[in-house]
């Protein structure tokens, strides 16, 4: 009990508890970001009102995301601030850069064009504000390396010098905090997972409204054709996009992997539960180990497949447990217990992040031929923009009603399939490189503030898992109740193209200006 509610270890779980949480939000902000400033551009470009309605729908889900997000990430700040001094004394020099870029750079970019994006829609020109959506999208991509070069320098610190004075670490390259070959892998895996993660969220909402829109239909009730409309091209975009993107985050996960091989030979052997060295080394589909032992009890592997994944050929040795273990402690001292992490945490959270993940492409490829396009299927089975398109086995031959409504239902499900696997995947990496908080530098154990007494990391911890809980009800209530009301399909896109000087120039302007019938008006939030 005592060791359960150390200072040590509430300030483990704080950490954990308030990053998973963030991430629950960054990636699909990022991933939101371009799906609306897609969908705006394609309205500029063609004028259709399926894009201006698809525009308004995905960016006000953006915007209830960006918002919560925000406010996980300022109480992030703060645990890190109460919990991890020395930490902080330690990293410092080098952690600030990074993230003094994120606030100065990323954060200017969408909090500026955020705000032009939501209050200009009748007062910029139509061009310039897409533009300001792609900044946005823009300022979450620049703010997600920043971090990602940070969290990286901690897997793999280079550019830097030790202070002997302080013992603190000192920047002196900070192009090689940014460039090194652990941020560019680490970024590419985190973006492709991100869109994977936005595309699933759009198939999940548009198989809703669509499967409600099919039953309506079959109940000989009208529907509204421009939210079918609408909803049809945002499935096509969005199961496209999942499967694209997890096509990318296997391969980007695949570059990841060689290079967490060659910098933290434990955490892939933790990952593989592979106790001592092999070659050729097999890749482990499942097993039960016994890790007092040492050994696993049971399991199931494919010969080959790890030094394949390790070293690109099916016969170099990989590095198990016990040898990493030693070669580790050898070389910073202690015992080669204190170098092996959690197996079991590590060993399924690799595989969850890989099959939860998977399940949402796979689902999404399913999805695509079974909504494919009308010259794929006979003329009698083909349906029109203006109806929930049926799911089609073949040609001629329609899923029957219960597997119609399952399908339907596992593309409403595959909204959160991603979301899991993105905080096992943070879990996975964050665990897999333990002791150290800097790899090879800096452990854990030495990080955290020694002036925060038990209580009073106790009471933060209860107060943050509080305000956490609230702030989940809100953003879960806000966007269901947003996504399940769906696109105001009665609203119209601007009627006029304003200028940023002179009169308008677009349908419905007189050559006037229309400041003065303008002045009169209250000033109203776009949403």
């Known amino acids: 009990m005592e060791l359960a509610l150390s200072p040590d270890t509430l300030a483990r779980w704080q950490f954990g508890l308030t990053t998973v949480y963030h991430y629950l939000f960054v990636p699909l902000t990022i991933s939101l970001a371009a799906i609306t400033a897609g969908f705006e551009t394609a309205w500029v470009r063609k004028g259709a009102e399926k894009y201006f309605h698809a525009t308004k729908f995905w960016g006000k889900l953006l915007l209830i995301n960006l918002a919560i997000g925000v406010a996980t990430g300022l109480v992030q700040e703060f645990q890190f601030g109460m919990n991890w001094s020395d930490y902080s004394k330690f990293v410092g020099d080098v952690f600030g850069a990074p993230l003094a870029m994120e606030a100065l750079i990323a954060f200017f970019f969408e909090s500026t064009f955020i705000g032009l994006w939501i209050f200009g829609w009748d007062k910029l020109p139509k061009k310039i504000h897409c533009a300001c959506i792609w900044m946005v999208a823009i300022g979450t991509t620049f703010s997600a390396y920043f971090i990602l070069a940070a969290n990286s320098w901690m897997q793999h610190p280079v550019g830097y010098t030790i202070d002997r004075a302080t013992g603190a670490a000192h920047l002196n390259d900070i192009w090689g905090v940014l460039t090194q070959k652990t941020a560019l892998v680490v970024f590419t895996h985190t973006m492709t997972s991100a869109f994977l993660t936005g595309g699933a969220f759009v198939v999940g909402i548009a198989s809703y409204h669509l499967w409600k829109i099919r039953r309506a239909r079959a109940a000989g009730t009208s529907t509204d054709t421009k939210r079918t409309r609408m909803m049809r091209t945002s499935l096509r975009m969005g199961l496209v996009m999942t499967v694209t993107a997890g096509i990318l985050t296997a391969l980007s996960g695949d570059q990841l992997g060689k290079v967490m091989f060659e910098q933290q030979p434990m955490k892939m052997a933790a990952a593989e539960a592979l106790w001592e060295t092999q070659a050729p080394a097999p890749f482990s589909v499942f097993a039960v180990g016994n890790v007092a032992a040492g050994h696993n009890s049971v399991e199931l592997s494919v010969p080959g497949i790890l030094s394949f994944l390790a070293h690109d050929d099916f016969h170099t040795a990989v590095p198990g447990i016990h040898q990493t273990a030693k070669a580790e402690a050898a070389k910073y001292g202690g015992s080669p217990d204190d170098y092996v992490p959690n197996i079991f ?34 003329p009698e089975h083909r349906t029109g923009d203006d109806e929930a398109p049926k799911l089609m086995l073949t040609a001629s031959r329609e899923l029957n009603p219960f597997f119609t409504k399952w399908g339907w239902r596992v593309g409403m499900a595959s909204l959160v399939f991603p979301l899991i696997a993105n905080s096992i995947g943070w879990v996975f990496t964050e665990m897999g490189r333990q002791p150290w908080a800097v790899f090879g530098l800096f452990k854990t154990a030495d990080s955290v503030s020694p002036g925060v007494s038990q209580t ?72």
Request: hydrophobic letters at 45%.
């Open 456 to 527: 009073e990391m106790l009471i933060s911890l209860i107060v943050l898992v509080t305000l956490y809980v609230i702030l989940g009800w809100i953003n879960v209530r806000l966007m269901k109740k947003y996504a399940v009301m769906g696109p105001d399909t009665d609203e119209q896109p601007p009627a006029k193209d304003p200028r940023l000087r002179g009169p308008s120039s677009g349908p419905g302007g007189s050559g006037t200006r229309d400041d003065d019938a303008d002045a009169d008006k209250p000033l109203t939030f776009a949403y």
């Open 345 to 378: 945490v590590t060993f399924w959270g690799f595989r969850l992040m890989i099959g939860i993940g998977l399940t949402a492409s796979v689902a999404a490829a399913a999805g695509l031929w079974l909504t494919r396009k009308k010259k794929w299927l006979l």
